[in-house]
């Protein structure tokens, strides 16, 4: 019995520990970033992809090294067969075996063998960028993700903070209840209204805080813990370099965007597809070379100088003419180009894309940015007039309908203010990543 309690306060104190381990979890967007890059899906096949250029271009290469090839065979024969050493037909049982040895090189081609590796070198280069692209995205949706965290984070202790003001008043007219000291008989159910809409709007504040937890888990795709706590981020980190316009960040991102890269390289491996395909149309030349040699147990001699004696070598030079060929290769050829002009549209869409989305986040940053500042304006403004609102109406000047509605207008300005903050943070985070800042 005794040994029983022991082991229910122990294991009691065991699952605290364990509670506030898991409580105190605190991420670091480094964290964050590691965690999503290692687990996307869609950065494992990208990299998978790369890898099957990169297989892709030592193919290519290791075509121009010459063919050869061996082989060895035994033949047993009965009844009528020729002899392989007189070359005179017979009729008995033989046992012969054959050796070779060939090697075979294309010497010339239409340079179609140079345009197929410089075609794959291209498509790997495409393919690291497409990789790299593929990282940057979850680089920049991880960041916008944890600044949302953040955000709601700070919504959620400022509605916290309201609530603690309206359980302040609301005890208050309680207690002036109690003596009939109410300036109105509906001052006591006023501010208790007021009150549990502060406590709807904590609510609120806590679901939008773990929605967007929820949305920063699934993005490092780990199962979600509700406990866990994200590092903040000092004020320096906040703040998104603005001193540019939304033309120069679309050139640097031109330069600089793996994305933009990828599909400028595909576009150019496809060039050389094109070159590729021409090359097969000229005639080819090839050098080959062997050695054979020969044994038969109807030789007398042994194997060895069989083996030795009965070799043979040859060099041949071939010459291939493609005439006609039910158009195969010219058929080729226009796949190619047709290739060539899906990837050129493939790069014009992407960098057409790339500059309406620049366009957008700068018009949303700066927007923000003039938001958060006529707010700050207003804050400052219903901040003021609160305090003089709560002076009067503690004095029974006031009733207190004015009261609150000086209190909500306060509320809800400090709500935005702190939302256009995290929006132009957020668009300045993107625009940063347009510009290549954001590259893990």
């Known amino acids: 019995m005794r040994f029983s309690k022991y082991f229910l306060i122990i294991l009691f104190l065991a699952c605290g520990i364990l509670a506030h381990a898991q409580q105190d979890t605190v991420i670091t967007l480094q964290q964050c970033l590691d965690i999503a890059i290692k687990n996307n899906l869609q950065v494992k096949q990208a990299s998978v992809t790369a890898e099957q250029a990169h297989i892709g271009l030592n193919q290519a290469k290791e075509n ?54 410089r075609q794959a070198s291209l498509a790997y280069q495409s393919g690291k960028m497409a990789f790299q692209a593929a990282k940057d995205i979850v680089t920049v949706n991880v960041i916008t993700t944890y600044l949302q965290v953040l955000d709601a984070k700070e919504q959620l202790g400022q509605s916290k903070s309201q609530l603690a003001v309206a359980k302040e008043n609301l005890d208050i007219a309680a207690t002036k209840e109690g003596y009939g000291a109410n300036t109105t008989a509906s001052t006591y159910s006023d501010l208790k209204g007021a ?15 773990d929605a967007a937890k929820l949305t920063l888990f699934q993005l490092m795709n780990i199962p979600y813990n509700r406990n866990s706590d994200l590092q903040p981020l000092s004020a320096q980190d ?14 640097t991102a031109l330069q600089q965007l793996a994305g933009v890269k990828a599909a400028t390289l595909m576009r150019e491996s496809a060039e050389k597809g094109v070159q590729y395909a021409r090359g097969l149309l000229y005639p080819q030349l090839s050098l080959g070379a062997g050695v054979q040699t020969n044994y ?24 291939n003419v493609p005439i006609f060929a039910n158009h195969l290769k010219k058929n080729a050829v226009t796949l190619a180009k047709l290739n060539l002009q899906s990837y050129q549209n493939i790069e014009d869409n992407t960098k057409v894309q790339l500059k309406q989305s620049v366009e957008t986040a700068w018009y949303n940053m700066t927007a923000a940015y003039k938001r958060y500042k006529a707010l700050q304006d207003e804050a400052d403004a219903y901040t003021e007039s609160y305090r003089v609102q709560k002076i009067r109406f503690d004095a029974g000047v006031i009733t207190s309908d004015l009261f609150l509605y000086a209190k909500n207008n306060m ?26 800042k954001l590259t893990q």
């Not at 070359?87 to 049982?93: G, K, L, V």
């Not at 906040?238 to 050139?251: E, K, P, T």
């Open 238 to 251: 906040l703040i998104g370099d603005n001193g540019v316009n939304a033309d120069q960040v679309y050139n």
């Open 296 to 319: 038969s147990n109807l030789n007398s001699s042994s194997y060895y100088n069989q083996f030795r004696n009965n070799y043979g070598t040859y060099v041949s030079f071939g010459l």
């Open 411 to 436: 509320d809800a300005a400090e709500l935005n203010l702190i939302a256009a903050r995290y929006d132009y943070i957020i668009y300045s985070k993107i625009l940063d990543y347009y510009q290549g």
């Open 64 to 117: 121009l090294i010459p063919y050869i090839s061996g082989g060895a065979n035994r033949n047993l024969t009965s009844g009528r067969a020729l002899n392989p050493v007189t070359n005179a037909y017979i009729t008995q049982s033989v046992t012969s075996d054959n050796y070779n040895l060939s090697g075979n090189v294309t010497v010339f081609n239409g340079l179609a063998l140079q345009n197929a590796i």
């Open 195 to 209: 009150y549990a809409g502060n406590v709807v709007g904590v609510i609120q504040a806590q679901n939008s805080l």
